[in-house]
């Protein structure tokens, strides 16, 4: 399928999805949105892709934001519409069910940091920014950014980040822990596949249910989370992929994952 704004690539059960609006910064307007939306719903039942590298187009941004002549027509009513629309595009990638990297080259601002954050592991060229400067425009970050930005880097980073507006660089997102690793920037595709290699690697019956415990410590106490992880900790024990895991450790030979 061509898509005005995505370039998208699929090999080695790696899907590569680009937000191509260069002469724009990468900003995720209406059609930007819609067409991530189509792309990481297909990525959940295609069989061929195990995880998916997402990127920007050209050197200077990963995504610069929001399109901002979209606005500015907004109202109350429609300005939460808004918000909820792009919340719902960026939750679908937080739990698609399959890893999802962040390759972050250059300016992440804005919708652009909410959707680095989205994804469940950011690394970082050594010229990237991160920064909601939301309230330098008489909002608030609506894509999720109040939320995932303080279960990230902790309540006080956030507040400061998003109440002064200020960005930061690429060193002090890896020192506060937004994102896994920074490198040269054109390393940063390499730096991207070397982890997606390690991931695939392993049993992806027990990659996807890691993700899905994982994600649960946003919604649940400590006692429930633990039972969710012991569900499907159990379920794991039910796969094929478990038993030719611990086959192969006693064996002392590499596992061949069947990924089920």
Known sequence: ?????????????IAYVTINR???LNALNAQAKTELKQVFEGMQTDPSVDLVILTGAGDKSFVAGTDIKELTELNQESGQAFSAGGQAVFDLIANLGKPVIAAV?????????????????????DNARFGQPEVGLGIIPGYGGTQRLARLVGKAKALEMILTGDPIDAQEALKIGLVSKVVPQADLIKAAEEIAHKILAKGQVAIRKALKALNATDEMTLAKGQAEEARLFGECCASEDFQEGTRAF???RKPAFKNR
């Open 250 to 252: 006693l064996e002392k």
């Open 105 to 125: 080259n250059g300016y992440a601002l804005g919708g652009g940091a909410e959707l680095a954050m989205a994804c469940h592991i950011r690394v970082a060229a």
């Open 22 to 24: 260069p002469d724009k």
């Open 1 to 13: 399928m061509n898509y005005q704004t995505l370039l998208v690539e699929i090999r080695n059960r």
